[in-house]
């Protein structure tokens, strides 16, 4: 027994507006194709998948499914819906017996529901997912806008995929929909040849995603959760140095004594930024040993970070900084330290908290020989 699925990702479908066809809408970080993809492809229970794709795109289909630990074929699609499953089916393999097909636009099939159908299909021959209206249905006939009747709500059940098929009976279905009209769903066609056609329970949350709406609920399921890294840095404060706090200048008679400007707000905003997206450190991108980074600006090293932050696929959401100094005050600089970072590393400067304390006369800090900062940066994901 093999089971092999069919998942239809051939219509152009752009109702949402764009020029690109819905299945290749970024949700989370994955197109939606690649979201259904991947639910049937982390399945024991499913031996090979097979991808119906418009034509056009099929030249670098397999870049578009990705890379998949069952066996994935990328086949072009045709004129209808029937006529891309047909297609499909034709691509799987000989020893497939139970085929599942799907519509690539539903990337919230879950694990229970995959194997409800796959059951299914075993035991009844065809079966479709379904879930029960909840709300009253009425009949507008097409062109009015006055009701004609109420419908008995408990006769209506809402169709959805994957649909389940012995593969003799879908074999037989695409048979008669190579000539017939056109079928909105897989199992109909069986229905129309005298199949009795198995509900199995649905899921309320296995949406198409059609609209807008659908596709803004759908980026909220799958955003992945924000990261946080934290960052610190200390210098020694000398005379004859300048003070410079994210690149504004504080007057002052000490400054800090490094390789670099000793920037502290800066080096420990990087080490932050940095480690939120799990891309490393300051020591690691900008190394002391590199007359590179000699006298290099704070503010150019946190540029710098921020361009490796976005190519790592995260962006700075917001940042919280504390400068430990005995002296000299920091309240009045703060504002301008504040808005050189957000200018730096383009986050609104309602995102960006500065705040300056004092270590209470102990320890270097204390005793005002040191100049040290903490930090903290929240990251989300870039929407590819
Ligand atoms: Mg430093």
């Known amino acids: 027994m093999s089971v092999g699925v069919v998942i239809v990702a051939a219509g152009r479908g752009l109702r949402l507006g764009g020029p690109v066809p819905k299945q290749f809408l970024d949700v989370g ?21 097979v991808v119906v794709l418009p034509p056009d795109l099929v ?3 397999a870049d578009r499914v990705g890379a998949t630990r069952r066996p994935c074929r990328v086949v072009a699609g045709g004129e209808r819906r029937q006529d891309s499953v047909r297609l499909g089916l034709e691509a799987l393999s000989p020893d497939v017996d139970v085929v599942l097909v ?14 409800r159908v796959i059951q299914g299909a075993r035991e009844h021959g065809v079966v479709v997912p379904a879930v029960p209206v ?22 209506i059940w809402l169709a959805q995929t994957p649909q389940g098929f012995r593969r003799a009976i879908i074999a037989e279905a695409a048979v008669l929909g190579a000539d017939a009209a056109t079928a909105t769903d897989d199992v109909s066609l069986a229905e129309r040849l005298g199949h009795a056609v198995r509900v199995v329970p649905g899921n309320e949350r296995n949406i198409k995603v059609t609209t807008e709406d659908d596709l803004n609920a759908a980026r909220a399921a799958f955003a992945p959760a924000p990261r946080v890294g934290t960052g610190y840095d200390l210098h020694r404060l000398v005379e004859g140095r300048s003070l410079v706090l994210a690149g504004v200048v504080i007057p002052f008679d000490k ?5 670099s400007d000793g920037d502290v707000v800066c080096h420990a905003l990087v080490d932050a930024m940095l480690g939120g997206a799990g891309a490393g450190d300051i020591g690691q991108h900008f190394p002391n040993t590199d007359p590179r980074w000699k006298g290099a600006p704070g503010l150019d090293l946190l540029a710098r970070a921020n361009a490796v932050v976005a190519s790592s696929g995260w962006a700075v959401a917001s940042v919280d900084v504390t400068v430990v100094l005995e002296r000299p005050k920091l309240a009045p600089h703060l504002a301008a330290i504040r808005q050189a970072i957000a200018d730096v590393i383009d986050v609104p400067v309602d995102g960006i908290s500065v705040k300056g304390k004092t270590n209470e006369g102990v320890d270097a800090v204390g005793r005002g020989e040191a100049i040290a900062s903490h930090a903290v940066a929240v990251l989300t994901r ?3």
């Open 255 to 259: 400054g800090p004594l490094g390789h």
């Open 59 to 61: 030249a670098d289909g």
């Open 382 to 384: 870039r929407r590819a």
């Open 29 to 49: 970080g994955l197109t939606i194709l690649r979201r259904s993809v991947e639910s049937f492809d982390r399945q024991a229970s499913v031996d090979e998948i």
């Open 102 to 115: 799907h519509d690539a636009a539903r990337p919230f099939v879950d694990d229970g529901l995959i194997d």
């Open 134 to 155: 909840r709300d009253t249905v009425k009949r507008v006939p097409p062109g009015e806008s006055v009701v004609s009747e109420t419908i008995a709500r408990d006769e």
